[in-house]
């Protein structure tokens, strides 16, 4: 007779309803083998960014515990700090530009993995990507959010990183 099974079973531990904090005792990875070095860089800094939001520490903080610890077994690359420190540096205005240009969706009601790739998405090419280098970029944050999200989240992060790297010139 089989095991019935768990609704949970990664046995994860499960937030209460009155919102007491979890302590994340092991993570599980996505597949990033089929994404490039590049890509892997922009993912460590999202996990950064994510980290942060669901803690609700600062970005920096979380960065500089990241540069002294990390839940991988390598280093935080010097790429992924860059990229951490360019949207902490914006995160103001990137968040503005999000819910602006995000057709009734606020920051608010997006998944958390949305919500942090976009915000360093939204800061590398707002900040970091000349403008004919974008169309690549765009590419790989939509690459990731196929490979860490939802069915519908590359097509969303695709439409909103091309609308505000359209609007980039008029933002500068």
Do not use: C
Not at 8 to 25: A, D
Not at 35 to 56: C, F, H, I, P
Not at 116 to 121: C, D, I, M, T
Request: hydrophobic residues 40%.
């Amino acid at each position: 007779m089989p095991e019935p099974r768990t609704p949970y079973p990664l046995n994860l531990p499960i937030p209460g309803r009155e919102g007491e904090e979890v302590e994340l005792l092991r993570t599980y990875p996505a597949n990033t083998k089929r994404l490039s070095s590049r890509t892997r860089e922009r993912v460590r800094a999202l996990d950064v960014v994510y980290e942060a939001d669901a803690r609700g520490t600062a970005v920096l903080d979380v960065l500089d515990e990241r540069r002294v610890r990390t839940a991988a077994q390598t280093p935080l690359p010097e790429r992924s700090a860059a990229l951490v420190r360019l949207q902490a540096e914006h995160a103001a205005e990137i968040d503005e530009q999000l819910e602006t240009h995000s057709r009734d969706w606020p920051l608010r009601r997006m998944p958390a993995v949305d919500r942090a790739l976009l915000r360093v998405g939204a800061a590398e090419i707002l900040f970091d990507t000349p403008a004919d280098q974008v169309g690549p970029v765009i590419g790989e944050w939509t690459s990731v959010a196929r490979e860490l999200s939802t069915e519908d989240s590359p097509r969303f992060v695709n439409g909103l990183l091309q609308r505000l790297a359209d609007m980039k010139d008029l933002l500068a």
